[in-house]
């Protein structure tokens, strides 16, 4: 087992800067996630780091050995394809014994590493059916059988959950996340679904056309967004953005004659800077209080639009400076749609961002 | 079911016949004419078989003699030498090709320059007419003037009896045959190995796998469907090798390179014993649909386990 260091790494092919200089640094036995939308380059990234494809430049570690010439199999690492890739005409014994006969392992040693594995992931029943008519969970987990079976020295795993339904994605989900603490092998972990970076990630990298845009715990990237786009991206639903001009201690929101006045002195010193500069401010739904009383002192007034119930919240849709916000209530509130109510925003919790370059100044 | 009923009754109302009827129309001329074509010379060859009879001699009447066609065939030795060497024809002229076309088809797979260029020129020997072949190779094989003589001896190479030597002239038969279809075997191995799924080797390479296991393990079994049909084909067009024995040797030197195509042909349009060409002829046949039978079998059972039952 071992880090891995990924060191100004880029990949261009003809016309398409897929990874555009990263440098990441995953810490022996972590379970580092790499997020973004699709086309970011977060595939490209992994199997640049598995060797099946060649970096045009960078360099990349193991343990701090520079293995960016070797071949995957040179690099020893397991890896699960977004669809598995498992061999269709062979059993699931031979399927996840491949590795080792591949290698040549004696037999016995290799009937003891199935024994192993086939424990793990519960797969005693099915090693003489052939991978092509397994349901896409039992392949996944036939997929990772085989990844894990040689011991590889790096995890790497590609939407290893996208083509399970949601259900049974949520299950292996937390499966995937324990058997990795338990066996302390070094993962990467590539995704487009931020629910499955927050539960898994101890390091969540948010990657966006080929660069790193931001990395973190999940509660740092939650809580402190450096840019509009992280906001948006992590949480459900994300993030709620709003244009505004801070002036003299309160927040001016376009294209209204609202404001939101500021109380917390700490906040209002570090907006100094910023006066009559256009700001955009960020709030998550769940930081949205809301009051039904007629008359709230710093409260600001809406419309209430649409309710939506979300298990044991109901998300209230409102309009806000030409934005439609979401806000998290409480399950039992009795509101209904076109309903006068107050809001406000908790302060602590408000991103401040730079209107021109959406990154944040004050999260 | 319901919609299948509806279409029918549409189709009664405008044309006042069944689907069945309509289906029959359209069969029918063509069954006509390969009942013309085949299955009277088919019959005709059958009765034959039975009776001691020569088309050149119609003043005879022919003569029911039974099986005795068969027992005088399967008794003769002469027959059993043109089995045998048609057999080690046929297994060492498919195992060449066979052989050759996957190891070519192998080398191909990769994208490199000018592999359309080569492909293409690969291919060109099987849209060639057999007998052009065979003549060109002849003169090419001559041991005299010969085109191939003239390069070994330029490179200081003894003349070699190409055509003319018995013991050689299988080989060169084998040679052409070889040049002419290994093309073939390349082309379906070819299709065989790009319908694999790319990704499969990617996993065999995270898994460490060599060139050689990827190949047996994964290479081999998947295309093992197409290139069984391929050697199936193969095999078929072997056993019944004429034109070229026709055109390059004429069958020598003596019988040197008489395959049981060229036997027969020998026994039915130059002795012309009808009768008894006609009962080789049979035999013939049945061996090489056994012989398909058994692959046919076979890759039945490789579709099934395929599938997964």
């Not at chain 1, 639903?237 to 917390?264: C, E, H, S, W």
Request: glycine share 6%; aromatic share 12%.
């Amino acid at each position: 087992m071992s880090g891995v260091r990924v060191q100004n790494l880029k990949k261009y092919y003809e016309n398409v800067k897929a990874v555009d200089g990263i440098d990441l640094e995953v810490r022996n036995g972590d379970l580092v996630v790499l997020l973004g939308p699709s086309g970011c380059g977060k595939t490209t990234t992994l199997r640049c780091i598995a060797g099946l494809e060649a970096p045009t430049k960078g360099s990349i570690f193991f343990n701090e050995k520079n293995v960016t010439r070797l071949t995957p199999s040179d690099r020893n690492v397991g890896m699960v394809f977004q669809f598995y890739a498992l061999y269709p005409h062979l059993r699931v014994r031979d399927n996840i014994t491949f590795p080792l006969r591949a290698q040549q392992v004696p037999r016995t040693q290799i009937e003891e590493k199935l024994k192993q594995v086939v424990s793990i992931f519960q797969l005693g029943n099915l090693l003489k059916r052939k991978a092509r008519d397994l349901p896409p969970g039992d392949q996944q987990r036939v997929a990772l059988a085989r990844a894990i079976v040689r011991d590889p020295s790096v995890l790497l795993l590609d939407e290893p959950l996208s083509a399970l339904d949601e259900k049974f994605r949520e299950e292996m989900r937390s499966e995937l996340g324990s058997l990795q603490k338990r066996i302390g092998i070094t993962t990467i972990y590539v995704t487009h679904d931020q629910r499955e970076a927050m539960a898994l990630g101890d390091i969540i990298v948010v990657m966006k056309d080929g660069v790193i845009i931001q990395r973190g715990s999940p509660e740092e990237l939650y809580e402190h967004p450096q840019s509009v786009f992280v906001g948006h991206f992590l949480g459900t639903p994300g993030m709620n953005f709003v244009n505004v001009i801070y002036r003299n201690g309160a927040f001016y929101i376009d294209g209204t004659n609202q404001n939101i006045q500021l109380k917390n002195e700490g906040l209002m010193k570090r907006l100094r800077p910023y006066e009559e500069k256009p700001l955009i401010i960020g709030i998550r739904p769940e930081y949205i209080e809301v009051d039904i009383k007629s008359e709230t002192n710093g409260y600001l007034t809406i419309t209430v639009l649409t309710i939506e119930p979300a298990g044991r919240f109901r998300l209230v849709d409102f309009i806000l400076g030409e934005k439609i916000f979401r806000a998290r209530v409480n399950w039992d509130l009795s509101i209904h749609e076109g309903q006068e109510i107050n809001i406000r925003f908790r302060e602590d919790k408000i991103c401040i961002f730079d209107r021109q370059t959406e990154e944040a100044l004050i999260s | 079911m319901k919609e299948k009923n509806v279409s029918h009754q549409v189709m009664m109302r405008h044309y006042g016949i069944s689907d069945r009827t309509f289906m029959l129309l359209f069969i029918l001329p063509s069954l006509f004419i390969l009942l013309f074509l085949i299955g009277y010379p088919f019959a005709t060859l059958i009765r034959s078989s039975f009776y001691s009879f020569s088309v050149l001699r119609t003043a005879t009447a022919p003569k029911f003699i039974g099986v005795k066609n068969y027992s005088f065939i399967l008794k003769d030795a002469a027959t059993w030498g043109r089995f045998l060497f048609t057999g080690k024809f046929v297994v060492i002229n498919v195992a060449v090709q066979f052989l050759l076309g996957v190891g070519i088809a192998y080398l191909l797979q990769k994208n490199f320059r000018g592999r359309s260029v080569i492909l293409t020129l690969i291919l060109m020997p099987m849209m060639l007419c057999p007998v052009v072949v065979g003549l060109f190779w002849k003169y090419m094989l001559n041991t005299d003037w010969g085109i191939v003589n003239y390069v070994l001896q330029l490179v200081g190479l003894p003349k070699v009896e190409w055509l003319a030597k018995e013991s050689i002239s299988v080989y060169s038969v084998i040679l052409v045959d070889s040049w002419m279809w290994t093309p073939f075997m390349i082309l379906l191995a070819l299709a065989a190995f790009t319908a694999i799924p790319k990704y499969l080797y990617e996993a065999a390479e995270i898994d460490r796998a060599s060139s050689w296991f990827k190949f047996r393990h994964i290479t081999l079994p998947l295309s093992a469907p197409v290139l069984i049909i391929a050697l199936l084909f193969r095999l078929i067009d072997s056993l019944k090798m004429f034109d070229l024995v026709y055109t390059l040797t004429g069958g020598g030197p003596g019988s040197a390179t008489q395959t049981l195509s060229f036997d027969l042909y020998k026994r039915a349009f130059q002795y012309f014993y009808t009768g008894e060409a006609s009962a080789y002829g049979i035999i013939l046949l049945m061996v090489i649909i056994s012989l398909s039978l058994v692959f046919i079998r076979y890759l039945n059972r490789l579709a099934a386990q395929n599938s997964g039952r």
